[in-house]
T-cell receptor, first 115, second 112 residues
Framework: GAVVSQHPSRVICKSGTSVKIECRSL??????MFWYRQFPKKSLMLMATSNEGSKATYEQGVEKDKFLINHASLTLSTLTVTSAHPEDSSFYICSAIRSINSPLHFGNGTRLTVT | KQEVTQIPAALSVPEGENLVLNCSFTDSAIYNLQWFRQDPGKGLTSLLL?????REQTSGRLNASLDKSSGRSTLYIAASQPGDSATYLC???????????FGPGTSLSVIP
């Protein structure tokens, strides 16, 4: 159990366009979902925390107008990278948690390349 | 501010060897600590979660311990296999509502 699906796994887009990444908890209801960014050979950097039905909480230095997060249901959160630039190219990973005592479960990540 | 470190950054061992990965955290007041595995280009797979009231957790060939007073957790892998090759990350959570702080990871290679 506790499967998190992230889609797409890879996306290439042109500079200036927007890209939407989906994160779904397939077999449980996620009270909270998290979005991370990972640079090559580096650990995960938390971008924002998303609770169903409320606004996401962004970490310091993360532009909320650039990285739009929507958590419309207990099983789906989306991250939209707006007006993408080459420096937004990165590996984005989501995670979900069933309750505060539960382990984090991660999606397989999305490799974004902006040309 | 909680900081999490992992030593060594990389480790290479022959198949069959038992090994220990180390995780240190600066603030001993943690809620739980979780160990993950990450394969190249993939997300993270949860291995073991230790609550602050627990001292260890076991799953198959994996055993994770937690010593809050010394700010340390170890992940013990018995009889290592080439399929264990991956990056292992630990992550500490300070309170039930806090974000999780990740260590930089240990890259493990098990040589056949």
């Amino acid at each position: 159990g506790a499967v998190v699906s992230q889609h797409p796994s890879r996306v290439i887009c042109k500079s200036g366009t927007s890209v939407k990444i989906e994160c779904r908890s397939l077999d449980f209801q996620a009270t909270t979902m998290f979005w991370y960014r990972q640079f090559p050979k580096k650990s995960l950097m938390l971008m924002a925390t998303s609770n169903e039905g409320s606004k996401a909480t962004y970490e310091q230095g993360v532009e909320k107008d650039k990285f739009l997060i929507n958590h419309a249901s207990l099983t789906l959160s989306t991250l939209t990278v707006t007006s993408a630039h080459p420096e937004d190219s990165s590996f984005y990973i989501c995670s979900a948690i069933r309750s505060i005592n539960s382990p984090l479960h991660f999606g397989n990540g999305t490799r974004l390349t902006v040309t | 501010k909680q900081e999490v470190t992992q030593i060594p950054a990389a480790l290479s061992v022959p198949e069959g060897e038992n090994l220990v990965l180390n995780c240190s955290f600066t603030d001993s007041a943690i809620y739980n600590l979780q160990w993950f595995r990450q394969d190249p280009g993939k997300g993270l797979t949860s291995l073991l979660l230790i609550q602050s009231s627990q001292r260890e957790q076991t799953s198959g060939r994996l055993n994770a311990s937690l010593d809050k007073s010394s700010g340390r957790s170890t992940l013990y892998i018995a009889a290592s296999q080439p399929g264990d090759s991956a990056t292992y990350l630990c992550a500490a959570k300070k309170t039930s509502y806090d974000k999780v702080i990740f260590g930089p990871g240990t890259s493990l290679s098990v040589i056949p």
